[in-house]
């Protein structure tokens, strides 16, 4: 019983209910518990358990799920206390009752679902084999493509035309259904000629895109997590039916950021997210089809909100990418998350960058000061680190918060430097 409850503090609070004392009109009727518990207020809560699902209900306000009533409920349950009844009473017994119908209407779409997948298995799997075959023909006309650059030398990139050098080939990797490649070289297109040190910056990018294609050679030679990393940066896309199927990370979730990205084809919104008990990140990243969010749920979200929800992870290493399953309770406003410093920040994107070597980005929640060196804007720790802050717009703003004093800041980190996205006054989330 007290695995399935959210934290530590709800087990303690789940033992001080496991005693009849609080409790009356409680039993038990197959798999359905029901109970009124004495609370703080006048009324006591009304507690239900379906052991079926497990599923809970309480009338308490507690944004825990299950709640310590609930907890309290099943280990009286466990221990012998609660005493059988013939039948539960009515609103008990409705709510079980919708609880099986919304279930059994969910299973029959599931597998109406399924039944046309069944026979389509021989004709899925030889169209994945024509995919895999067309990206790996794809791949390879890539890896000549970037020898004749290296070979015929960069010198002459910066001249008419230069900006769009990659857009035949990426426009090739679309063909070979290799996306992901494909916007990875259209980002390579505008570098020549982009500023100093452009070559150094343009031959990383295809220092990274040989290393993708030399990766896909030897794809079943590699750790499963590595090969989601592989297969996702190629751009094999799974679906959101599948990860919510895996298994999910339940807990505080506060918004640390929200960044729209407007890129084509589609704009994007990024939503970095970190659980208050786990301190894992995740990343929402969510797309405006229509040209707006304002059907996209999880688009809502804003930073310094927090939400207890599960998350689920896309493949890959290390996880990052997720989806919101079920939320519950409704997100609220919350104190900001505990910030880190300069030297574990860099330590953390090492690691990440071991698991993932074609990662651009890394979420940051770091306390620093926005500080001025010469014609640039750092922001540095209190022993000393600094990391450069991207971004002249949001600079402004968030030196109006600091006053010159350490704040707690969100964002991305990449090896460009940090762009600051969120800036805590006291408990408010500023955005920047």
Not at 278 to 291: D, E, I, N, S, W
Request: charged share 20%.
């Amino acid at each position: 019983m007290l695995a399935l409850a959210p934290d530590t503090s709800s087990q303690r609070a789940a033992g001080r209910l496991a005693d009849a004392a609080p409790w009356s009109r409680w039993g038990s009727s197959g798999d359905l518990l029901w109970g009124a518990c004495a609370g703080s207020g006048q009324a006591p809560y009304q507690v239900a358990v379906d052991l079926a699902g497990p599923a809970y209900r309480c009338s308490c306000p507690s944004r825990k799920f299950p709640c310590k009533h609930a907890l309290g409920l099943l280990l009286n349950w466990a221990g012998g206390r609660v005493p059988e009844q013939a039948e539960p009473p009515g609103p008990e017994r409705a709510w079980q009752a919708s609880r099986a119908a919304r279930l059994s209407a969910t299973t029959a779409a599931t597998e109406t679902r399924k039944t046309p997948a069944v026979k389509d298995t021989a004709a899925a799997a030889r169209r994945s084999q024509r995919r895999a075959q067309r990206v790996a023909a794809g791949l390879a006309e890539l890896q000549m493509w970037l020898c004749d650059q290296v070979r015929a030398g960069l010198s002459g990139l910066p001249g008419a035309g230069g900006h769009q050098h990659a857009e035949q080939i990426a426009a090739r990797m679309v063909d070979a259904q290799a996306p992901g490649v494909a916007n990875a070289l259209r980002r390579l297109s505008p570098i020549p000629g982009s500023g100093d040190g452009w070559p150094g910056r343009l031959l990383a990018g295809y220092a990274q895109l040989h290393l993708l294609a030399r990766a896909y050679g030897r794809l079943d030679d590699l750790p499963s997590g590595l090969g989601a990393v592989v297969r996702s940066r190629v751009g094999f896309a799974v679906t959101r039916e599948d990860v919510l199927a895996s298994p999910a990370a339940a807990d505080r979730w506060l918004v640390l950021a929200v960044r729209d990205v407007d890129e084509p084809p589609i704009p994007a919104r990024r939503i970095w997210l970190r659980g208050r008990d786990t301190g894992r990140f995740a990343l929402l990243v969510l797309y405006a089809v229509q040209g707006n969010f304002s059907g996209v749920k999880d688009a809502a979200l804003t930073a310094g909100s927090e939400l207890h929800a599960d998350v689920h992870y896309y493949p890959g290493q290390p996880p990052l990418r997720a989806v919101i399953g079920a939320r519950r309770a409704k997100a609220t406003a919350a104190p900001p998350a505990a910030a880190g410093d300069v030297a574990a920040l860099l330590s953390g994107w090492a690691a990440a960058l071991a698991q993932d070597p074609w990662l651009t980005e890394w979420p940051a929640v770091l306390a620093g000061t926005p500080v001025q060196a010469g014609d640039h804007w750092y922001l540095a720790d209190a022993s000393g680190g600094a990391l450069p802050l991207l971004g002249r717009e949001s600079l402004w703003r968030l030196l109006a918060v600091s006053g010159g004093h350490p704040v707690t800041v969100a964002g991305e980190w990449s090896p460009a430097g940090l762009t600051a996205l969120t800036v805590w006054h006291g408990d408010q989330a500023v955005p920047l």
